[in-house]
Nanobody, 120 residues
Framework: QMRESGGGSVKPGGSLRLSCAVS????????MGWFRQAPGKEREKVAT???????NYADSVKGRFTAARDNGKNTLYLQMDSLEPDVTAIYFC????????????????WGRGTQVTIGS
């Protein structure tokens, strides 16, 4: 089971930190990912992190978002800074297989998402 939290509504330029608590599986060896889906758009990959905390990001969020994981707490994080309205979406965390190429793998297990809204 995976549960996202930390979403909300903030003004442009603000920050949010999303969390994804994982239960029922020891996820330390698996790829983890953050995805988002904006209204009327396809779901897109935002960030991935492997078991050694190596990260990859979509070009649109590089320099603004930082993914991290705490394997001891079975929790995934997404720090989002310098937020602008274009990041408004539902954000999902997901678990993938054990791999060193986490950007390329298929993610099979998903949380229900948390809404992030940027606006004045």
């Amino acid at each position: 089971q995976m549960r996202e939290s930390g979403g909300g509504s903030v003004k442009p330029g603000g920050s949010l930190r999303l969390s994804c608590a994982v239960s029922g599986v020891t996820y330390s060896s698996y790829c983890m990912g953050w995805f988002r889906q904006a209204p009327g758009k396809e779901r897109e990959k935002v960030a991935t992190i492997d078991r050694n905390s190596n990260t990859n990001y979509a070009d649109s969020v590089k320099g603004r978002f930082t993914a991290a994981r705490d394997n001891g707490k079975n929790t995934l994080y997404l720090q989002m800074d310098s937020l602008e309205p274009d990041v408004t979406a539902i954000y999902f965390c997901a678990i993938g297989p054990s791999s060193s190429h986490c950007w390329a793998v298929v993610y099979a297990y998903w949380g229900r998402g948390t809404q992030v809204t940027i606006g004045s």
